[in-house]
């Protein structure tokens, strides 16, 4: 199965000039828990809520006045629609993320994430577990702590 066959083509954009509080406006807006950095049909990065939780949260950093640029991931892995879905769950387990835009000719077509992979095929299920639900260092390693 092709990443084409089970990508969102629905993919949500913000350009990197956009405070950290319009990212999140907009993440609450559709639920989601990331947005493609963009110029043009170009991608230039990528913020996701932890980016936020972690450079911004964290740091007591002004939501309203720091900008995406200043903390989107720059060097987006991304995948090609004719990818294999069992190819993107490795590239996602090897770099330990959960999701990526899908590019073709340098523009941006839409975004598949673990959980859609998952959903499309059960039998990659165990091996995103590891993705998923991978503990950090430092932090803990079951739910009840």
Do not use: H, W, Y
């Not at 990508?7 to 639920?31: C, H, P």
């Not at 990526?100 to 941006?108: A, M």
Request: proline letters at 3%.
């Amino acid at each position: 199965m092709l990443i084409k066959e089970v990508m969102n083509r629905g993919v949500q954009t913000i350009k990197k000039e956009a405070t950290i509080q319009d990212a999140a406006r907009k993440m609450n807006e559709f639920s989601i828990g990331c947005l493609i950095v963009a110029s043009g049909s170009s991608v230039v990065g990528i913020i996701t809520e932890r980016d936020i939780m972690k450079k911004v949260v964290a740091e007591a950093r002004d939501s309203s006045k720091t900008r995406v640029k200043d903390v989107m991931t720059e060097e987006v892995v991304m995948a090609s629609p004719e990818m294999d879905i069992e190819e993107a769950a490795q590239l996602m387990m090897d770099r330990k993320i959960k999701k990526l835009p899908v590019v073709k000719d340098k523009e941006l077509i839409g975004i598949v994430t673990a959980t859609d992979i998952c959903m499309a095929s059960p039998k990659i299920i165990e091996q995103m577990g590891r993705v998923l639900f991978l503990p950090k260092k430092g932090g803990n390693k079951t739910l009840a702590g």
